[in-house]
C-alpha cells in the first residue's frame, strides 16, 4: 500500500510514501504537462508566504540563514529565500558544494540567487562557519523526502550544528535526515520547530520519532 488515511481528532489525511510522491510529481511534469522548474517556483512561493503569514509577519526586520543540499530540496530552498528577500527580509545562503553536483532545478535556482548578488557561502568546513550564527531563523533545505540512510561527512556535520544554534528551524518537506516512510533516523537528524511538506503529507512526519522532530 502507498498510502493511508491518517485520522486524529476528527481530521482525515492522506499520507503518502516518497515512491508515491515521486509518481505524482512524475505525473504532474509528464501528463499535465507542468515543469519542473515551476512545480518547484509554486512551492518555494508558496512555503515563503506560509512562512510570513504563519511567524514572521510581526517582525520588523527578520534575517533568515538558509542551507540548501545539492538536490531539488536546495533548489526549493533558493526558491524560498529569493522570495524571502524579494518580501523585503534579509537572507543568507549557506550551500553544500560543490555547485556543479547540484541536481539541473537545484543549479538554475542557484544562479538566480546569484544575479540578484545575494549572500552564499559554500561549507566546506563546520569550522568555517560562525560559531553563533547572525540571524532570527534558520531554514533547512539540505534533503527532502527522497532521502535514506544516514547522513554522511559534511551534512552530518551540518546538521549537528544547525541544531546546536539557538534559532528556531524551518525544514522544508522533511526534517533533513529523516525516512519520509517509516519515521526512522539512522543518524545525525533535524529537530525541526516547523515543517512545511509538499503536496501530500508522508508517514515519517506522523511516525515515531518523526513525529516528535
Avoid: W
Avoid at 65 to 70: A, E, N, P, T, V
Amino acid at each position: 500500500m502507498m498510502y493511508a488515511l491518517y485520522s486524529t481528532e476528527g481530521f482525515r489525511m492522506k499520507l503518502v510514501t516518497s515512491e508515491l510522491m515521486r509518481s505524482i510529481d512524475s505525473k504532474a511534469i509528464n501528463e499535465s504537462k507542468i515543469p519542473s522548474l515551476e512545480l518547484m517556483e509554486n512551492a518555494g512561493l508558496g512555503i515563503a508566504q506560509a512562512i510570513i503569514s504563519d511567524i514572521v509577519l510581526d517582525y520588523d526586520s527578520v534575517k533568515f540563514s538558509i542551507f540548501c543540499g545539492k538536490g531539488n530540496n536546495g533548489g526549493d530552498g533558493f526558491v524560498i529565500g529569493r522570495h524571502l528577500y524579494q518580501a523585503g527580509y534579509d537572507v543568507e545562503f549557506y550551500y553544500v558544494g560543490p555547485n556543479d553536483k547540484q541536481s539541473e532545478d537545484c543549479k538554475h535556482n542557484f544562479e538566480l540567487i546569484q544575479k540578484l548578488n545575494l549572500d552564499t557561502s559554500e561549507v566546506s568546513s563546520i569550522e568555517n562557519l560562525p560559531e553563533i550564527l547572525d540571524s532570527d531563523f534558520i531554514i533547512d533545505a539540505i534533503f527532502g523526502t527522497g532521502f535514506e540512510g544516514a547522513p554522511r561527512g559534511i551534512t552530518a556535520e551540518l546538521i549537528a550544528y544547525i541544531n546546536e544554534q539557538p534559532q528556531e528551524i524551518i525544514s522544508i518537506d522533511m526534517p533533513s535526515g529523516l525516512n519520509a516512510d517509516n519515521g526512522q533516523c539512522e543518524g545525525e537528524v533535524i529537530v525541526a520547530d516547523y515543517t512545511y511538506t509538499l503536496a501530500q503529507p508522508k508517514y515519517g512526519l506522523y511516525l515515531s520519532p518523526g513525529r516528535e522532530l
